[in-house]
Structure formats: structure tokens, C-alpha cells
Nanobody, 115 residues
Framework: QVQVVESGGGLVQPGGSLRLSCVVS????????MAWYRQDPDNQRRAVTS???????HYPDSLKGRFTISRDNAKSTVYLQMNSLKPEDTAVYFC?????????WGQGTQVTVTA
């Protein structure tokens, strides 16, 4: 059974940084497309970024330059480095592992950006 566990959320001031981590177990991590989503206070869950098994990264234009996704296959972990955080980045961040039409979600980690 695939398990996805996020960590690293917290409270940060505007302009600060956080790094989220997501560990996947139960299957071969390197074969998954990994993605981060976020769910804002309006409960809209939106894609943040993704990375393929071949390390191709995708970002929406609105987040390019501030957010960076990376993966460490040896540690079965994907990271989300978030810099220059803004109050509108406040959300619950979810990790998603996708392969062959099946996806697995973590429980989410709260990120709050406030002065």
C-alpha cells in the first residue's frame, strides 16, 4: 500500500522561506510523477508544481522563480522549496504521487504566511 506523508509546514513571515518534504513508501518512488497541490481557505485545491520521473519540472507562471520542486529518489522524497512567501500562499499543501492512472495523496501540511 502506497503511503504519502508530508512535513515541513508552519508559520512564516512574509518574505520568508519554507521547505516542505514528502516521503513515499510502498512502491518504487522513482517511477511516480510527484506533485504538490494547495488548498486555500476557500477550499479550492490547485496544482502548484510537478516533477516527472525524468526530472522535468512544471510550474504555473505565477509561481515561477519563487517555488522549486526537487526529488531525491534514494530517499523516496520530494521537496518543495518556497521562497519570498506571501500571505496568499497560505494554504494546506498536499503531496500527490501519480502513476498509471492511480494517484495517492498525503494528509496535507499547513503553511501560514502572516506578519
Amino acid at each position: 500500500q502506497v503511503q504519502v506523508v508530508e512535513s515541513g509546514g508552519g508559520l512564516v513571515q512574509p518574505g520568508g522561506s519554507l521547505r516542505l518534504s514528502c516521503v513515499v513508501s510502498g512502491d518504487t518512488f522513482s517511477t511516480f510523477v510527484m506533485a504538490w497541490y494547495r488548498q486555500d481557505p476557500d477550499n479550492q485545491r490547485r496544482a502548484v508544481t510537478s516533477i516527472t520521473p525524468s526530472d522535468t519540472e512544471h510550474y504555473p507562471d505565477s509561481l515561477k522563480g519563487r517555488f522549486t520542486i526537487s526529488r531525491d529518489n534514494a530517499k523516496s522524497t520530494v521537496y518543495l522549496q518556497m521562497n519570498s512567501l506571501k500571505p496568499e500562499d497560505t494554504a494546506v499543501y498536499f503531496c500527490n504521487a501519480w502513476k498509471g492512472g492511480l494517484e495517492h495523496w498525503g494528509q496535507g501540511t499547513q503553511v501560514t504566511v502572516t506578519a
